[in-house]
Structure formats: structure tokens, C-alpha cells
């Protein structure tokens, strides 16, 4: 079966603007959670869904918001971006929240 | 809310040796402790886990061991190989609607032929 798609793979921004990104679970995943990593921080919790319901949340600004749809596609968005907001942005999904995530390929973000 | 601790963050072993990645965790609630292993350039990967009912857990070269009592766990491998070589991550959950998987800050392993 298809694995996690996320697109795109590389995204160049300026400071001030805003990025979407796209997650595409395993088919009949219905939990959806998205982490930052940075080399400094490792893999940090953004936050995850579960059924188009933001269950969790992790310490981020409020800038760092995201959706998930009827079909489980879910979407992550950070407005007014700053250069500290450079990494890669991972997500993952599973049946059950937790357990046995697969992640897909993540999204690296820079921003200049 | 849950703290993962991870240690050490660089470990060089050689070719053959054994290595260990020992992890704590806070939240007395976690029942579920994932390990996955990311190479350069690429995503994490899910390599062995253990659940709190049962205190080690092994497939091929890998275990893992956990210590409820002590709130902790280790990854453990044997007969390293080049292609060990990798980003180990632990991780915990209590697997609740509120429970999030909580990585370690992740621990480089280089394995020297």
C-alpha cells in the first residue's frame, strides 16, 4: 500500500510570508500528527488529528496551525514565517494516536 | 506532559561491538516505547517497539528492555554492521487521545568498519 505522501519536498520562502503544506496518510489512517525537526531539537510536536478534529498541541506559536480533511489529507500552515522556522517538517500517521506512526519524507523549509 | 531523556547523543562503536542508546521517560502513565531509526537524508523508520506488559523484546540483532519501575528503556545491538550507522530515536506515549508520541533528542550512531 501507498506510504505517507508529503509535498512538496522543498520550499524556499521569504521572512513575512506564509507556507501550506500537505500530508497524505496511509489509507485508513485517521490519526495525522505533524513534528518539526531541527539538528539542534530532534522531533518536536506540532500537533495531531484525528477525524478532522485537532486533538493535541504542541508549544508553538500561533503562527503554526493546521486542518485535516474528510479523506484524512491533512494540511499544515505557518504565516508570518521567520528564519527560525527553517527545518524539516515531518508528518505521520496511524490508526491509533501513538502507536506504530509511519512518517512520510517531510517537507524541508527554509526560509531567507 | 511527557519528557523523554536520551543518551548519549553520539556513540562510535566498531564494526562487530555492541551498542546501547538508554532512554528515560516522565509520565508514569507512557505504556508504549517505539524506536526508530533515521538515515541521512531520509525519514524516520520504525525499527522495534515495547509495551509496558512486557520487559524486552528482541528481532535479529536488536532488543529493547524496560524498566517500569525505573522509567526507563535501552535499545540494544549486536554484531553492529557499516549500515547501522544512523539517527536512533526513542520514543514514549500512553497511547491515550491526549497521548503524543514524545522523541528523545535522538542519539548518532557511526559503526567503523
Known amino acids: 500500500k501507498a506510504g505517507v505522501t508529503q509535498t512538496p519536498r522543498y520550499l524556499i520562502k521569504t521572512r513575512g510570508q506564509q507556507v501550506t503544506l500537505s500530508c497524505s496518510p496511509i489509507?485508513?489512517?485517521?490519526?495525522v500528527s505533524w513534528y518539526q525537526q531541527t539538528p539542534g531539537q530532534g522531533l518536536q510536536f506540532l500537533f495531531e488529528y484525528f477525524s478532522e478534529t485537532q486533538r493535541n498541541k504542541g508549544n508553538f506559536p500561533g503562527r503554526f496551525s493546521g486542518r485535516q480533511f474528510s479523506n484524512s489529507r491533512s494540511e499544515m500552515n505557518v504565516s508570518t514565517l521567520e528564519l527560525g522556522d527553517s527545518a524539516l517538517y515531518l508528518c505521520a500517521s496511524s490508526l491509533r494516536n501513538g502507536y506504530g506512526y509511519t512518517f512520510g519524507s517531510g517537507t524541508r523549509l527554509t526560509v531567507v | 506532559g511527557e519528557n523523554v531523556e536520551q543518551h548519549p547523543s553520539t556513540l562510535s562503536v566498531q564494526e562487530g561491538d555492541s551498542a546501547v542508546i538508554k532512554c528515560t521517560y516522565s509520565?508514569?502513565?507512557?505504556?508504549?516505547f517505539p524506536w526508530y531509526k533515521q538515515e541521512l537524508g531520509k525519514r524516520p523508520q520504525l525499527i522495534i517497539d515495547?509495551?509496558?506488559?512486557?520487559g524486552e523484546k528482541k528481532d535479529q540483532r536488536i532488543a529493547v528492555t524496560l524498566n517500569k519501575t525505573a522509567k526507563h528503556f535501552s535499545l540494544h545491538i549486536t554484531e553492529t554492521q557499516p549500515e547501522d550507522s544512523a539517527v536512533y530515536f526513542c520514543?514514549?506515549?500512553?497511547?491515550?487521545?491526549?497521548?503524543?508520541?514524545?522523541f528523545g533528542k535522538g542519539t548518532k550512531l557511526s559503526v567503523k568498519p
Open positions: 509520565d508514569s502513565a507512557s505504556n508504549y
Open positions: 515495547i509495551r509496558s506488559n512486557v
Open positions: 520514543a514514549a506515549t500512553n497511547g491515550g487521545s491526549q497521548g503524543n508520541l514524545i
Open positions: 489509507s485508513g489512517h485517521r490519526s
